[in-house]
């Protein structure tokens, strides 16, 4: 009976190993097509960004002067309380929502990736990405008005104001960018993905390398 | 759902100690003495080590501080671009991941060198790419190279992971 078990693991192991090799080898086509949907999309996904990002910045906000308008992927920081022969600062929404290109190829290299579940999983994933990106951006422009505006920047924003913005803006710059796909991908999928590198497979209290060893050695013997 | 059950799902428990470690080592790295002590220096080495491989290919390039440049183009490597922000996310990956030290060890390591060696490539690509196709330096730098990064950071990672992980139930 054991033997049986044993072999039908051996067996399982060689599956999960495939779903890895296969998940790996679809990665590469998966960014391909990752950077075309997201090229096709960007003006919504600029659009979306910006429109929650103003939503937030004004939500707290008195008046709501702030308005974020896209033009040619690059978010303008128009107030309207500002002279009209005013510069306008902006910020690159290339460089805020690059990192749905990750998120979209982790998704598209997964089993099943057009499956009602992981395409309901995607959507989710995608809708708090789109925070993540409007909370970077929100983050920007609130630096910008703390530290960026001279005289009136001191007078209305005070030392406290202008770390706790520089530090979100900091934390929600690289690290976020870099880092939030693949928390977001794990965090929505993370049985999916333990089944694929085999964590949540064997419970027998052996690494993936001594499990692999024992399998190779059953298949002999078997 | 109390603190203590959360803290037994192990995804849960993944991504606390995961944004924990990544949040204290890039106040670490945010602190100006470490920057100039550490932070600097080896965006430089990278730069060395760029200009060294790209004098390889026949380039006559030199370097000054962290800009690499050559009588054809000229790149400058900030923070962002020397590899350092994908490390720090694929150690934080390794070390919030149930394994055993030695497993963690092998992959801090091998990550390192990995990410470091796919960061060259990046480097020197982007420079040849604004030697011949300057208008899609932008483009190439942010989108495509940047996404190929953090992609070959993860897939490192899941490499790893597959590899060294411990089973759920005795992590």
């Known amino acids: 009976m054991d033997r049986v078990g044993a072999q039908v693991r051996a067996a399982r192991g060689i599956v999960v190993k495939n779903a890895t090799q296969v998940f790996l080898r679809r990665l590469p086509l998966a960014l391909i097509a990752a950077i075309a949907i997201w090229l096709l999309l960007r003006p919504v996904i600029d659009t979306a960004v910006a429109g929650l990002a103003q939503t937030l910045i004004r939500s707290f906000e008195y008046p709501r002067v702030t308005r974020l308008v896209v033009e040619d992927h690059q978010a303008q920081m128009r107030r309207a309380d500002l002279r009209t022969d005013s510069k306008v600062a902006s910020v690159s929404m290339t460089e805020v929502t690059f990192n749905t290109i990750v998120l979209l190829a982790l998704y598209l290299a997964l089993p099943r990736p057009f499956s009602r579940r992981q395409a309901e999983r995607l959507f989710m994933g995608w809708c708090v990405l789109c925070l993540s990106q409007s909370i970077n951006l929100l983050f920007h422009v609130k630096t910008l008005y703390a530290m960026g505006l001279g005289e009136w920047s001191q007078h209305h924003y005070s030392d406290l104001a202008r770390n706790i913005f520089g530090f979100g803006r900091y934390f929600t710059d690289l690290p976020g960018r870099f880092s939030f796909p693949f928390l977001i991908w794990l965090g929505f999928n993370w049985e999916v993905v333990m089944k694929m590198l085999r964590v949540s497979e064997d419970t027998d209290g052996k690494t993936a390398t001594k499990r692999k060893k024992k399998g190779k050695e059953l298949r002999v013997k078997g | ?171």
Not at chain 2, 57 to 73: N, W
Not at chain 2, 110 to 121: P, S
């Open chain 2, 1 to 171: 759902m109390s603190l203590r059950e959360l803290w037994q799902k192990p995804e849960a428990r993944f991504l606390v100690l995961f944004l924990t470690i990544l949040g204290a080592s890039f106040a670490v790295v945010a602190l100006r003495q470490v920057n100039d002590a550490f932070v600097t220096p080896y965006t430089a080495v990278i730069a060395r080590m760029s200009g060294f491989v790209l004098r390889v290919f026949g380039e006559k390039a030199v370097v000054t501080g962290c800009v690499v440049s050559s009588p054809r183009f000229a790149v400058t490597i900030y923070n962002g671009c020397n590899g350092l922000i994908t490390s720090l996310i694929f150690i934080s990956g390794v070390l919030a991941f149930p394994a055993k030290i030695p497993a963690k060890l092998i992959g801090v390591i091998g990550g390192l060198l990995t990410i470091q060696l796919i960061n060259l490539v990046r480097i020197v690509s982007l420079f040849y790419v604004g030697v011949f196709l300057p208008q899609h330096f932008n483009d190439a730098h942010i989108f495509v190279w940047q996404s190929l990064v953090i992609t070959a950071g993860i897939s490192l990672w899941i490499v790893w992971a597959h590899r060294f992980a411990l089973p759920e139930e005795s992590s």
